[in-house]
């Protein structure tokens, strides 16, 4: 038997919960840093590169097979610098890495396992490894037993190997373009990628693709905004039946509100159990979108209910949200070995039975398709057994009559029994809880409370978002370098941010300006704009670079792909066409164009893949919108504005800040009969201005 070292590994000294996780494993870990990649090169070692994240089931699952397995450790330490890397605080690692796995294997995913040069080129990857061969692939074993008689004894083609992959991937962004007089930017790349959305599109339950669901909220914004550009009905009704089917599926919490990451099976039945604060945000944004353009109130109470899931889960005191919540669970207290996926959210139906009085279990378990045997469809690792979730297999109507009662009957005592299950599941232990602040994920959950606050009036929602970018500019934004930094945790900031965080705090003040009116966020969100273009705009070829040049960072990306997060070009990009609006910078306008020349490509190509710049596209073919609130508006015109779905228009209130920048807030300020007004502009050429609702409700129309 191999002699391992009880002793934690280095990664006990890291603040990042993922990291921490691994402490304890026989691997002698590392984390990505100067030092450990000067030991790969020192010793002459390939780099075993492990990327994933503390919620990730099958990091977990790879850890238990093979990490923790003393036999594999020892040949891992005996070949290797082993690197473990949280994907969600050095995103740009992820990136670079991600795109040579994909461009290696087509394939990409968690956990990441990839082999480096000691200059950190890649030469073999892989997702998940079992230990041993199954599921049609090599077993860990084999695989490091492989690649160390390959480092060996072909150890200059292992090299070339790896910097053939760099210098494509390095190539193929930092090509010159076809020069901008070659395109001509259209609306048919929209109608285009309208019927490829089509095509992959399920109009039997909804969502894209009939494998794993994933809610893709970005794909559904593009099609919101394509419905409200050319009346197309379809567009609009692909959306609604795809959230009506989140909502009354599996993948949506009944119970505490908020939506898993994706079902595992077409139907939207069995999730993946872990919550993501990006998701909660995205969804949040569509369903209020939706509200808008449909007037119908259950988008809304589905909006309310996920934001009361993340402020009464996912908040930090301070003002921040935290990461995500684990998919596993313990079934007891301190039994960390008990840990299974779905733990927290499953249901035996004798335990159903037990808890709810006799008269409810019945009409509980026929509405929420409760079965002796377990409803889960589909078990991919055999842990859900006789196990049920939650969906809405009957709507109120068949249940109210199938039992005999009115629809109200029924509602009120789905709520009773929802209380009483609740109150059973607070007993179990919760999911592991990731308090990592990141700042993307922040800003995208402040924009959603911005635009909940616009929709809803609640209070509660804007101090939370005001609280949240509050709790940001105290803790990510170093105002002396200055500089913006990606993560928080345990009183450390940390780490460089990327485009992406950049972009969406950008977003986040922009949209926090406006349902505040208060220029301290256009101010902020203006610095960090040329900050952003200083360290990740291509002068040369147009488009931002996701993250700044730096020793690690071995080949530079510009990624286009609008996937479970926002890509920061799409976001960046819109984010310039608003500030061209608002500080009447043609220069931004300008290289907002040049990016979409930049991208024009790979949006026809693959408009899929990027459906935020294809609405960034469609910002650019429709012109600049302003709406300028006159300073003595009323609240009655300010809430309608709130109340309707524009995508484009720019909500701006002219104050001498402004006024000094932009000409056209500079006129409507001076303009003091119509000062109570709304002007609704275009191009910077503004309507007849509205002073009573009857002529706002006209010109918006």
């Not at 790969?40 to 780099?47: D, F, H, R, T």
């Not at 860990?140 to 008689?149: A, G, L, M």
């Not at 009957?409 to 599941?425: D, G």
Request: glycine content about 6%.
């Amino acid at each position: 038997m191999p002699t391992i070292s009880n002793s934690p590994n280095s990664l006990i000294h890291e603040n990042s919960p993922y990291l921490r996780q691994h402490a304890n494993n026989p691997v002698n870990w590392y984390a990505w840093n100067d030092s450990s990649i000067a030991l790969a090169k020192q010793e002459n070692k390939p780099i075993f590169l492990s990327i994933g994240y503390s919620t990730c089931y099958w990091c977990h699952v790879m850890e238990r097979e093979v990490f923790e397995n003393p036999e594999i450790a020892e040949l891992m330490n005996k070949y290797f610098i082993n690197i473990k890397v949280d994907r969600e605080e050095r995103s740009d690692i992820d990136r670079i890495y991600m795109t040579a796995l994909q461009a290696m294997t087509g394939m990409g995913g968690w956990p990441m396992s990839m082999f480096l040069t000691p200059d950190l080129k890649p030469f073999y990857g892989a997702t998940y490894i079992p230990p041993k061969s199954k599921y049609n692939q090599s077993g860990f074993e084999d695989v490091i037993e492989k690649i160390n008689t390959v480092w060996q004894e072909k150890h200059d083609e292992v090299l070339n190997s790896g910097n053939q992959v760099v210098n494509l991937l390095s190539n193929k962004v930092l090509k010159s373009n076809v020069q901008d007089e070659d395109i001509t930017i259209t609306e048919d790349v929209l109608h285009k990628a309208f019927e490829q959305f089509k095509s992959v599109y399920d109009y039997s339950f909804g969502g894209f693709g009939q494998g794993n669901k994933f809610p893709r909220p970005a794909a559904l914004d593009f099609l919101n905004v394509y419905f409200k550009t050319f009346g197309n009905i379809e567009a609009f009704d692909m959306v609604t039946f795809t959230l009506m089917k989140m909502y009354t599926g599996g993948i949506h919490d009944h119970l505490n509100g908020g939506f898993h990451r994706y079902s595992v099976d077409h139907v939207w039945r069995v999730p993946h159990f872990e919550k993501m604060l990006y998701d909660q945000a995205q969804i949040i944004n569509t369903l209020l979108d939706v509200h808008s353009i449909s007037g119908k109130q259950i988008y809304l109470h589905i909006a309310a209910s996920t934001i009361n899931y993340v402020l009464n889960y996912m908040q930090d005191e301070q003002g921040g949200f935290y990461s995500a919540e684990d998919a596993e669970s313990m079934i007891k207290e301190g039994d960390k070995n008990s840990k299974s996926e779905g733990a927290f959210y499953l249901w035996d139906k004798n335990e159903i039975d037990k808890i709810l009085p006799a008269d409810h279990a019945g009409i509980f378990e026929y509405y929420y398709g409760i079965l002796p045997a377990g409803n889960t469809l589909n078990d991919p690792h055999n842990v859900l057994k006789e196990k049920n979730v939650l969906y809405v297999a009957h709507d109120i109507h068949d249940t109210a009559k199938v039992f005999g009662k009115s629809e109200e009957e029924i509602f009120s005592i789905l709520e009773s029994c929802r209380k009483k299950l609740v109150a059973s599941q607070s007993e179990r232990p919760r999911p592991f809880l990731d308090k990592k602040i990141i700042t993307s994920w922040n800003a995208m959950m402040s924009s959603a409370l911005s635009k909940a606050f616009k929709k809803t009036g609640n209070k509660r929602f804007l101090n939370a978002a005001v609280n949240c970018i509050n709790f940001l500019k105290r803790s990510l934004i170093d105002t002396e370098e200055p500089r913006l930094y990606r993560r928080f945790i345990n009183g450390e900031r940390r780490f460089s941010a990327t485009l992406e965080d950049y972009a969406l705090l950008i977003k986040a003040l922009i949209d926090l300006y406006e349902v505040t009116f208060d220029d301290e966020y256009i101010e902020l969100a203006s610095s960090l704009n040329i900050l952003c273009i200083k360290n990740f705009y291509d002068r040369q070829n147009a488009g931002f670079f996701d993250s700044e040049k730096s020793d690690d960072i071995i080949f530079p990306t510009k990624d286009p792909y609008d996937g479970s997060e926002p890509s920061g070009n799409s976001i960046q990009i819109l984010n310039l066409f608003r500030l061209s609006v608002i500080l009447d910078e043609s220069a931004y306008f300008d290289m907002a164009e040049r990016s979409l020349i930049y991208f024009y490509d790979d949006i026809r190509k693959s408009p899929f893949s990027s459906p935020l710049l294809l609405i960034s596209l469609l910002n650019y073919l429709k012109g600049a919108e302003e709406i300028v609130v006159g300073k003595k508006a009323g609240n009655e015109l300010i809430g309608y504005v709130y109340s309707k779905y524009l995508p484009f228009a720019q909500i701006i209130k002219p104050s001498e800040f402004l006024a000094g920048k932009n000409e056209l807030i500079k006129e409507i300020l001076n303009d003091e009969p119509n000062g109570h007004g709304v002007f609704v502009c275009h191009d910077f050429k503004c309507e007849k201005p509205a002073l009573n609702l009857e002529e706002l409700k006209e010109i918006i129309k």
